[in-house]
């Protein structure tokens, strides 16, 4: 199927997990993409995997300088943006007694301020029937322990997805948002977490999800890449939870 055929995506955060499936998905059905990562290395290992439809730039989503500079690296691949997934994120659970400043900011800076801004400087490349798709988190749902700043952060991402609806709707852009469960990728890598301890959270959280099962990232792939194609156009300001029902079911 080629249902983005000389479309162009802008995924932030895509060299794995959700971000990298979706630009896999992207590039099968005949797009191309544009993706962003905090280092060479794994930008290179992501290219690698990707093909030649591909284009990396270095890129933080928790700076403002990179930021910045987003729409003048994106030109030098195209001029038009058709999707853009402001997919960068993680959390660093910690109790309330013992969240320092640092990584109150370290975390909105990344997940609000970065989502803000890209979406800022990348809207003057996006067109009529473009699409836009925000990454909220089942945490805006359910309540997880030690996770206070990281759910404050992503509520405010969810937010944005009406305001930007709102706003963008004259322009002819879509705005959803997707709400991801628990996705097996690599988000608890730069949680401070040991692997061993990873692995015991992993094991605590599998019997709480309906399906007894983590999700897989290109399952969350799947939905962004439907909010983005022409089967929802109707599709506007929503936000779509992919998370077994954890959510709804208790």
């Not at 997940?111 to 473009?130: D, E, H, N, R």
Request: proline fraction near 3%; charge should be neutral; aromatic fraction near 8%.
């Amino acid at each position: 199927m080629q249902k983005f055929k000389n479309k162009t995506a802008l995924i932030t955060g895509g060299t794995n997990g959700m971000g990298l499936a979706t630009a896999q998905q992207f590039i099968e059905q005949g797009g191309t993409v544009i993706i962003t990562g905090r280092s060479k290395e794994t930008i290179n290992r992501a290219l690698n995997q990707l093909g030649e439809r591909a284009h990396g730039i270095v890129s933080n989503a928790g700076n403002m300088s990179d930021i910045m500079n987003l729409q003048t690296e994106v030109k030098k691949y195209t001029e038009q943006i058709d999707l853009l997934f402001p997919n960068a994120g993680y959390g660093k659970p910690a109790p309330i007694e013992f969240v320092e400043e640092s990584q109150f900011d370290e975390i909105f800076n990344m997940l609000v301020k970065g989502t803000f801004f890209t979406v800022q400087q990348i809207l003057p490349l996006m067109k009529k029937g473009s699409t836009i798709v925000l990454n909220t988190s089942v945490a805006t749902e359910i309540a997880m322990k030690n996770f206070s700043i990281y759910t404050a952060a992503k509520a405010a991402v969810q937010s944005f997805i009406k305001t930007f609806a709102l706003e963008l709707t004259d322009r002819g852009i879509r705005v959803n948002g997707i709400s991801p469960g628990h996705i097996n990728t690599n988000i608890f890598n730069n949680t401070g977490l040991t692997a061993e301890q990873i692995d015991n959270a992993v094991h605590h959280i599998i019997p709480t999800i309906p399906f007894k099962r983590q999700g897989e990232p290109e399952e969350i792939a799947n939905v962004v890449l439907f909010l983005a194609s022409d089967e929802a156009s109707y599709i506007h300001g929503a936000e779509i939870r992919v998370d077994a029902g954890i959510s709804v079911i208790r």
